[in-house]
């Protein structure tokens, strides 16, 4: 009984050492063929260049879901279809004008961007004196008296004290956000943020606001943090300073939208399903580049390297270019509601949406065994700098996946640049490096052979 066992255990090792073996084998493939391959450079370029500002709702939009579908039809998928959802369709308008003066007659332009969802002022614009607060929370503090009638600054700079920057980010988020629904419970007549960016450049950078009332809305603004700088001069030069603002934003009725889904069906398992995606809308003032035409891109590149490669998945690879991240995440509650009511069995799935620069990792939103599986796999990653393999979030539009307890992970990026080109005219295509964005694609490749070939359980 002993030589048997001991017959079977040399039997498992063999067993084992050969697949490590051809899974070596496999990661180099892929980031071979990746590292060397301009396909997915040029087809991000092409998004940007064809479909810049794509936000859901637009025309620029409907041209992206066409040229996706397109290109995706032209890969040897086993079927290619577009999954409808309603979005809203919100417009900017023409472009924001604003400028501010001392004295009425001497005006200093400022390059400030709507933020999304807001409302337009009049014709004739707002021209209001200003009041600075460094949060929220300061200004309910204040006396009512002192910001109605006027223009609330909210002047906080991202801390540049963290290494993370998305923590950064996520402590400032609120007051673009919510900003401007709570000054108008002061009177407030609109509201200007100094832009959620790392860097001093005059780029605005727009993102989704929110009205939590309906009695009083607001227009809202980000303001460029050069302007903002010279804006805070200006005030502390003169209290009687006063801002013009004017846009002309219009909130149109909903219409019907649709995610692009690529499936490779299943050699085994046909009915078990991994998703890997990207969202395909950018805001109204950006080629949406690393936010997040790279994630679509690198997420297709997924299969296009599993073709490249020969391989065939065990289990259907879904690959979702989802819309409407930006402003109400309504294709990512379509796919979800869908794989729910249908009873779906998705057994993992990867987002790709923090920029396209150098991948340092994978935060994974699972429990602990299926972290630690993940992280067992790290050595096939780590020769092309893959290293961080840790427990936390995923991506906004495969979240929803998660009340149907499908593990989840996000593709982690170097974050030092990201937000220069968050949200802004900035994020353009000659700002993607293209080994960087191939060493992020061929990373998704690896995890999701992985996750197929071995699962998760």
């Known amino acids: 009984m002993k030589h048997f066992i001991l017959v079977f255990s040399l039997i498992l090792s063999v067993f084992a050492s050969k697949a490590q073996n051809n899974d070596s084998i496999m990661s180099k493939k892929l980031f071979d063929d990746a590292l060397n391959s301009n396909i997915a450079y040029r087809q991000l370029f092409e998004l940007c260049s064809i479909a810049p500002g794509r936000l859901a709702g637009t025309p620029e939009s409907e041209i992206a879901i066409d040229y996706m579908f397109e290109l995706m039809k032209a890969m040897p998928f086993d079927t290619v279809y577009k999954q409808p959802c309603m979005v809203r369709k919100w417009i900017r308008g023409t472009e ?14 400022i390059n400030i961007d709507a933020l999304g969802g807001s409302v337009s002022t009049s014709e004739k614009g707002i021209l209001a004196p200003v009041i600075v607060f460094s949060s929220i929370e300061d200004m309910q503090k204040a006396n009512p008296a002192s910001i109605k009638g006027k223009i609330v600054y909210f002047n906080r700079p991202m801390s540049q004290n963290y290494y993370m920057t998305f923590r950064a980010y996520g402590e400032n988020a609120s007051m673009r956000v919510y900003g401007a629904d709570e000054a108008s419970k002061f009177g407030a007549l609109a509201v200007i943020v100094r832009s959620l960016n790392t860097a001093t450049d005059t780029f605005p950078h727009t993102g989704i606001m929110r009205y939590k009332t309906s009695e009083l809305r607001i227009p809202g603004f980000a303001i460029s943090t050069f302007d903002a700088d010279a804006l805070d001069k200006a005030i502390a030069n003169n209290s009687n300073l006063k801002i013009f603002l004017k846009c002309s934003c219009v909130e149109y009725a909903q219409l019907q939208s649709y995610n692009v889904i690529g499936e490779i069906k299943g050699s085994e398992f046909p009915n078990h399903f991994i998703t890997v995606g990207g969202h395909l809308d950018s805001w109204y003032n950006s080629p949406g580049a690393h936010d997040d035409g790279g994630g679509c891109i690198q997420s297709v590149e997924v299969a296009r390297l599993f073709f490249a ?44 949406d923090r920029g396209v620069t150098v991948p340092t990792g994978f935060s994974i939103d699972a429990p602990k065994n299926v972290v630690d599986k993940i992280e067992s796999w790290k050595s096939y990653f780590e020769p092309y700098g893959v290293r961080v393999f840790e427990k936390g979030g995923s991506g906004v539009d495969i979240g929803f996946l998660k009340q149907a307890g499908v593990p989840l992970a996000g593709l982690v990026t170097e974050s030092q640049r990201y937000f220069e080109f968050h949200h802004s005219a900035n994020d353009t295509w000659q700002n993607v490096n293209r080994r960087e964005m191939q060493l992020g694609s061929a990373a998704m490749a690896l995890m999701i052979y992985l996750v197929d070939r071995y699962g998760l359980d």
């Open 96 to 109: 924001e004008e604003a400028w501010f003066t001392s004295d009425g007659n001497h005006k200093t332009k």
């Open 309 to 352: 490669t020969g391989y065939q998945p065990r289990n259907t690879l879904r690959v979702v270019m989802f819309i409407d991240e930006e402003m109400e995440q309504r294709g990512a509650r379509a796919y979800a509601n869908s794989a729910i009511a249908n009873d779906e069995k998705h057994i993992f799935a990867l987002e790709s």
